[in-house]
């Protein structure tokens, strides 16, 4: 069975997203698309059962003109089915034109290999590049704690915490490592319409954090002269706060590359590491498109 989930079907699922770590971003993107919060990359749900398995296939428009190269999201809850995946993808095909032009790709491994073949051979895109992460996130009884930290923060004269202006799009956007060139208006949209945390020095950002556009943390960020400070934990603690009171998933991608902080990530107290039923760790991959 393959279909296009409607509202109130999209809505019956979101419990299940969000019982389980590994599908916290397709939470965050159904409850985002049922409040209409992104204008600019609403999503579309496809729902898939075979050979017992449930698959979900989110696939995000991107309105931005000169772009509109959508993203694509897996997920399945059992054992993957290769060939179940590909055809679950020619169905999205038939009925998603702009298929072919997807700009990322983010699914586990197993789902990644299979959907990767496809596009080898129906997309007008080639692979910019591919990067392995771990997901973390981080349970519901850490929250109290950490609501506690931010109710304590306390800066210096001249400094300020809240949230990422508009105005400050450009400073954000100049300094995200997986920035293009028509990004700048994502930005602004994630900006106008998703939680975010700055600090300000004089009136100028210094120290900041986003969500994604499927809510994870995203580009925290604090300039060389204001580091060693504390500010990045503050933001983050902030922004966390921020997304718990909106009941939005909290999570975060770190690279395999990333060696230093994937070890804190894996040995913190607090965030943990998303796995399957069974225990293992689950490795995400994020394909880019040109």
Known sequence: MFCKLSSEKL?????????KPKFALFANAAKF?????LPNHPCDFYYQESNDAKYFYVFRHDRIPDSCRPILMIGSDKTVNQNDVIYGLEQIKAMEPDLGNIELLVAP????IAAR????DNSNCSEDYNVACNHFYLPEYVYPGIQKKVDEITLPESYSI?????SDTEIVFSTWKFSTPDGILQIKEIIECLPTACILHKDKAVAFEMVGLHGQLNH???FPEYRNRGFGTMIENTIVSKCFKEGIQVL???EHSNTVVLEKSLNHKLWKVVKEDDGEIIVFNYTQYR
């Not at 491994?109 to 990644?112: A, F, K, N």
């Open 11 to 19: 809505n019956d699922f979101i419990p299940f997203f969000e019982s």
């Open 33 to 37: 698309e049922l409040e209409k919060r």
């Open 109 to 112: 491994s197993e789902l990644s």
């Open 117 to 120: 073949k496809f596009f080898l």
């Open 162 to 166: 809240g949230s990422t202006r508009v």
């Open 220 to 222: 925290q960020f604090t």
């Open 252 to 254: 975060k991608a770190v």
